[in-house]
Nanobody, 123 residues
């Protein structure tokens, strides 16, 4: 499966942004779909993921309550709606997928990756 992330850009603190992850085939029934991010000088970290079939979502503590995952099955797109953004959210955001239902938050457990999209939160 191929993934393509988009929607990054420059946003002011407190603002919102929606990222999109387009997939080359339907994934929501068979793949755990996730978002990760990597800030300069830091390791890639888990942001959130959605479990196939159940649609259950999980988020890191740092984004819980501010970020929301959703999907459009007809268009094969996974969205990450981000709100109340802070400079600490500045990073390259990646979408990723792994086959099956898994709760792993380790990026090494995800096989498929899209190119990242840069989110910069600054005034």
């Amino acid at each position: 499966v191929q993934l393509q992330a988009s929607g990054g850009g420059l946003v002011q603190p407190g603002g919102s942004l929606r990222l999109s992850c387009a997939t080359s085939e339907p994934t929501f029934n068979n793949y755990t779909m996730g978002w990760f991010r990597q800030a300069p000088g830091k390791e890639r970290e888990f942001v959130g993921h959605v479990i196939p079939r159940s649609g259950t979502t999980y988020y890191s503590n740092s984004v819980k309550g501010r970020f929301t995952l959703s999907g459009d099955n007809a268009k094969n797109i996974l969205y990450l709606q981000m709100s109340s953004l802070t400079p600490e959210d500045t990073a390259i955001y990646y979408c990723a997928a792994r086959y099956g239902a898994h709760r792993s938050r380790n990026p090494n457990d995800y096989r498929y990756w899209g190119r990242g999209t840069l989110v910069t939160v600054s005034s």
